[in-house]
């Protein structure tokens, strides 16, 4: 090798001696910027190739919960929503929704008062917050006839006054709570409202 | 360069022979292609509820029949399963999509035409009963077959897939048959 021979050489330039340098020291000591240089390199553009996709994936969609404590209300897009209670409709509340056996119907009312300018929302969602967490649709095209037929069970886009959202649910009987209502208003997406209701 | 001894040869020609057999064995070993995208298939026998991450469905009778009620005609024979079927889990956009039955190497799907559970939005907790319909022909009949349902029609990756065998064999195709009222399964 002409490691010895180029030791007993004397360099003819500063860039001969910084080469002459460099091909004594090892890889790793050659390498200790650039190697740490290169691991933030990588975890930079996993971030910020990772972040675009959640963005792009989750800004158009109801994925930041905003919670609203049972018997509060929040304000969302200029509008104010809450507080949501619910009500379990007893035998003489269901008798002509003829809902099957082994359920129970919900009904969540949410006051709304809307602001300058009234804002649209998608179909409210009922969730459990404990055990399985399942999630129910309104019930209002399900049953024969809803009990709530002259409620809006959704937004009024158009409103210019205060009204109440009522939105039937029909739940199986095991269904215990709590429970709460995921409302996702359109101008306010990824943020949602999620009222906690009281039974 | 040195010259190898002899037992060093031997010794490196058997490691190779060694490695490429363990590559042989390791290709019978290893999984295809497709084997991490596969649905979670949850089995269960007629009369059994099978459960999956958001469906689950009972299978509670067969029956065969050459015309359906309300005149709904096939070239060859109508195959009716009645089932119990909801969602676990979750409403939303949650519909029975994927219904298959499998005999020997064909799969047919359930029919569209007739009104049936097929393509039904499921219920959560709470089971809907009712029929699907498929049009098989006389030959599939003459052994077992397997149903298949799921929540997305042509996509079952990564999802829960129920499987329940059916044996055809023993099912006699009569004149005509009504599928049963898409409903609540307890009114």
Known sequence: MSTDTERTIAPRSRREARLQRRRREGWWRLNRWSLPALAVLILATIGVIGGNEWNSYFSGRASIPVTVAAGGSAELAGTTWGPATAHRLDADETASLQPPSATRLLEVTVPVTPGATAVGCQRPVLRETDGAQRQWNDASGTLPRSAVNDQPSSCLADATGPYSIVVPFLLPENAEGPFVLDLAVTESLPRFLRLALIL | ?187
């Open chain 2, 1 to 187: 360069m040195s010259a190898v001894r002899p037992g060093r040869r031997r010794r490196d020609w058997s490691l190779a022979v060694l490695l490429l057999i363990a590559a042989w064995l390791l290709a019978f070993v290893t999984p295809a292609e497709d084997a991490a995208t596969a649905p979670f298939v949850v089995s269960a026998q007629p009369g059994e509820e099978a459960a999956g991450r958001n469906i689950s469905a009972t299978v509670t009778g067969i029956r065969a029949a050459e015309t359906l009620s309300g005149g709904w005609a096939a070239a060859g024979v109508w195959l009716i399963v009645d089932l119990e079927v909801a969602s676990v889990l979750s409403e939303q956009g949650v519909l029975l999509g994927h219904a298959t039955l499998q005999v020997a190497d064909r799969s047919y799907r359930a029919s569209e035409r007739p009104p049936s559970l097929f393509r039904q939005t499921l219920a959560a907790g709470i089971p809907q009963s009712g029929s699907l319909a498929f049009e098989l022909p006389d030959a599939a009949f003459a052994g077992t077959a397997v149903l298949r349902l799921g929540l997305l029609e042509a996509e079952t990756r990564l999802d829960s897939l129920l499987e329940v065998p059916l044996d055809l064999a023993g099912v006699a195709p009569e004149a005509e048959l009504p599928l049963q009222p898409t409903r609540w399964a307890t009114p």
